[in-house]
Nanobody, 127 residues
Framework: VQLQASGGGLVQAGGSLRLSCVAS????????MGWFRQAPGSEREFVAG????????????YYSDFMKGRSTISRDNSKNTVYLQIDSLRPEDTAVYYC?????????????????WGQGTQVTVSS
């Protein structure tokens, strides 16, 4: 399984970005997907997640407290793609953003529970 993230860049505070992640797996719709981020010197942290097509997490979205209200995660299973729209960006959002997938049926915010990882896309927010 390969995940290819894109959409990062340099943006001014208050701006928006839409990150995309394309997965090369036929069972994409059965995977719980998540976005994480990692700033220099910091641990990787959960940003947002979205449930699989079926199972306990079906139809559910999950957000970290710092992203709640200014981000939207979505997926298009016909395109094997998960998206993360981030609005009202802040300088502290600067980090490498990673998409990840898991085969478990129960949602998790822990990076160690995710099996598949993309290469990351850099988001830099200037003040």
């Amino acid at each position: 399984v390969q995940l290819q993230a894109s959409g990062g860049g340099l943006v001014q505070a208050g701006g928006s970005l839409r990150l995309s992640c394309v997965a090369s797996v036929r069972t994409f719709s059965e995977k719980i997907m998540g976005w994480f981020r990692q700033a220099p010197g910091s641990e990787r942290e959960f940003v947002a997640g979205i449930g699989a097509r079926i199972g306990w997490s079906s139809g559910q979205t999950y957000y970290s407290d710092f992203m709640k209200g200014r981000s939207t995660i979505s997926r298009d299973n016909s395109k094997n793609t998960v998206y993360l729209q981030i609005d009202s960006l802040r300088p502290e959002d600067t980090a490498v953003y990673y998409c990840a997938g898991m085969s478990r049926s129960i949602f998790s915010r822990r990076p160690t529970d995710y099996t598949y990882w993309g290469q990351g896309t850099q988001v830099t927010v200037s003040s």
